[in-house]
Structure formats: structure tokens, C-alpha cells
């Protein structure tokens, strides 16, 4: 266990790709950090820098304490886990899980060779037990004797688990372990991730790019778009009060709706709408051009029979719009409209009266909603809880 520093970290390839700039983030002793953004964003490359397989353009990272710039990746104490397992394929289960501590006593130099014969064998059987008991942990223990090329997916996976973890290392790092394993395994093997994590109490870094994996799995979390941190927090946080409109949009499904508009006199304005923001939370907003984003599941649509006539109140508007389509999700649906030219996604309870194409109000609350200066990368703009 132990904490990680980064200070200033920058990462420059040939060719003046910044795939990482000036990172300052600190993870606390024994905590699941989880780096997420979309593919390129420069996740990879941090997490590399903090192993030592890529070298450090500018900055420093910490492990314990300790400045590691300089250290070779088996001197850091981190174990990795990779999306592609890289499993040795001519090896057994048994031997791929053994191989790293073999390797690592083989390295203890010259006095591994002067090793009495009986210290070697009790050596070895202390390994033997570890990778047993790592096994049964991770139930492959029946596979312990089979080459890679005659396991699933998962059972691999587990596999590659296994052999960080009988390494017993300071820090474990993940890069999209499991991105290559369907949908339901995956879900299956986020959880037994975590439960390792509560188990063991490791310092853990965890890179994906999906925000769902992100906020199931992690005590804070990263976000990161070309190369730049957008958000470091906790899930909650990121959700509740994402710091910009590119984490709005990217954390929570279905994704957050925008709504182009502007401020003025204490209402936002948008060619459709005018809806008053509360006081409360949005107090003295200067004029000016601006953007509300409001989640799917603060939209209601109303079916036009108990509808009524378009309304503002201080918990948000109704407006009239159409219904572009509908998804069933079994226990709620998804409903795409159209207000004005502004499409916007509705997570409602099942309504068996809506009908594509069909007119319905929609009632735009405002409780949980988010105004952001306009742009496509705009800043959250302050509400009340802002300054407490
Ligand atoms: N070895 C490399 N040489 C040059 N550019 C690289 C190299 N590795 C990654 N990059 C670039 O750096 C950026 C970040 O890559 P990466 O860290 O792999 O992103 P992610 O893991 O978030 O998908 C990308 O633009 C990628 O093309
Ligand atoms: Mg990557």
C-alpha cells in the first residue's frame, strides 16, 4: 500500500504529441482511483508513467513518498494488469502465476546461488502456496495445470489477476482489464474488483474508458480529455456537480441534455423557452450567453390529455414538443423530443399513450439541473452551494 503523488506530470511524444499535461494529483493510501475519458485522451500514458514503462517528459511521480522518475518499473513495486492479459502462452496457469516471484528470487543475485538446497525448497513451496491460495480466491484453481489457449476469456482475466496479486505489490495498476469480455462478464468482474479491493486494501489505479465501469468502481476518479484533467473526484461528485460541460456530457447515461441559451434578468432564455432560475441557487447571475444542462430523468412527458398549456414555475417549464422516438428499457423507457430545434432525451416511467411523432408537454425541471458558460468545454457556472 501506499500513496501516489504527481506533481506537474507531462508526457511529449516525438512529434509533439501532449498526451499529458502538467498532471498534479494526489491518491490517498490504500485507494481505488479510476482514470476515465474517451479513447486517446492520454489515460494509458499516465498510468504508464506511474509503472515506469514510459519515461517522464516533465514533473514527478511519488510512490510512498519516495520520487520514482528514475526507477525501473520492477523497483517501483507496482504490479499491471493489461486489456490483453499477456499471459506467457506456452506457459501453465500454475507457472504464469508463479513466474514473477520465481523471477524476482531468481534476481536476488549471487546469493540466490549460495541458497542451501532445503531454504530453496521451503522458498519454493511458500510460492506453491501462494499461487494455490490465490487460486481458490479467484475459483481457477481447477485450472491451475491448463495453458492460456484453453481458457475463456474471463477465466485468462482471472489469470492475469491472479499473478498480480501473489506478488502482493505496493500498488496495482489496471489498463481496460476487462474491455475484451462481454457485457455481463464484465459487470460480474467489476465486482469481484472491488471485493479484491476491500479484501486486500491495495492502492489501486484503474484505467477505462467507460464512465459506468468508472463510477461503479471507483473511491475518486480522473476525468481527462486531451491529455488535461477535467474533474478529480469522487463519483458522487463528479455526477452531482460535474466542473465543466465535457464532464457533464461524458459521466451519467443516458448522456445530460444541453440546452443553448442565454441569462437574463435571473431567467434562462432559449429560442423555446424561458424558464426562471431559483434564486436560491443561481443568485446574481450577470447576463450573458449560457448553457442549461438538465439529465434525462428531470424531463417529464406529458401526454397531451393532462398537459395543459405551456408554463414556467420556479421548479422549472413546461413547453410543448414531439415525440421523435421511443426505446423500452422494460421498466422505463427513453423518449427522444423535440423542442424546438433542440433534441433532448426523456427517462420516464412507462407510458403506453406516447406515440412517435406525437405531441406531448414536457416538463423541464430545474431542482437538479446545471448551468454552464456556453461553449462545448464550458465552466460550471457558480450556484449557491458554490461558495460554502
Ligand atoms: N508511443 C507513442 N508514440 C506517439 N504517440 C503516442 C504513443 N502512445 C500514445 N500516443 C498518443 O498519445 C495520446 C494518448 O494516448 P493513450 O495514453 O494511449 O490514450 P488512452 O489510453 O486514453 O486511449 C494519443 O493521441 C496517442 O495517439
Ligand atoms: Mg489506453
Known sequence: MATIELNCVSKTYTGDVRAVREATLAFRDGEFIVLVGPSGCGKSTLLRMIAGLEAISGGTVAIGGRVVNELPPKDRDVAMVFQNY????????????????????KHGGISGLLFHRAERRAE??????????????????????????????????????????????????FDEPLS??????????????????????????????????????????????????????????????????????????????????????????AADMRVTLPAARWPRMP??????????????????????????????????????????LGDRMDVAVMIG?????????NDDRLVEGGSVLVHIGLGAAHLFASGEDGARLGDAHDAG
Open 341 to 349: 430545434g433542440t433534441r433532448m432525451t426523456a427517462r420516464i416511467e
Open 180 to 269: 475484451n469480455l462481454d457485457a455481463r462478464l464484465r459487470i460480474e468482474m467489476r465486482a469481484e474488483i472491488r471485493e479484491l479491493h476491500r479484501r486486500t486494501k491495495a492502492s489501486m489505479v484503474y484505467v477505462t474508458h467507460d464512465q459506468e465501469e468508472a463510477m461503479t468502481l471507483a473511491d475518486r476518479m480522473v476525468v481527462m480529455k486531451f491529455g488535461v484533467v477535467q474533474q478529480f473526484g469522487t463519483p458522487g461528485e463528479c455526477y452531482a456537480r460535474p466542473a465543466n460541460r465535457f464532464v457533464a456530457g461524458f459521466v451519467g447515461t443516458p448522456v445530460m441534455n444541453f440546452i443553448e441559451g442565454r441569462v437574463d434578468g435571473g431567467a434562462f432564455v
Open 86 to 105: 499477456a499471459l506467457y502462452p506456452h506457459m501453465t496457469v500454475e507457472k504464469n502465476m508463479a513466474f514473477g516471484l520465481l523471477r524476482r528470487r
Open 124 to 173: 519454493l513451496a511458500a510460492i506453491d502456496r501462494k499461487v494455490l491460495d490465490t487460486a481458490r480466491t479467484l475459483g481457477i484453481e481447477p485450472l491451475l495445470a491448463r495453458l492460456p489457449r484453453a481458457l475463456s476469456g474471463g477465466q485468462r482475466q482471472r489469470v492475469a489477476l491472479g499473478r498480480a496479486l501473489v506478488r502482493e505489490p505496493q500498488v496495482f495498476l
Open 287 to 328: 447576463a450573458g450567453p449560457a448553457t442549461l444542462g438538465v439529465r434525462p430523468d428531470q424531463l417529464r412527458v406529458l401526454y397531451r390529455a393532462d398537459a395543459g398549456a405551456s408554463s414556467t414555475a420556479a421548479d422549472g417549464a413546461s413547453v410543448a414538443a414531439t415525440v421523435r422516438s421511443i426505446e423500452r
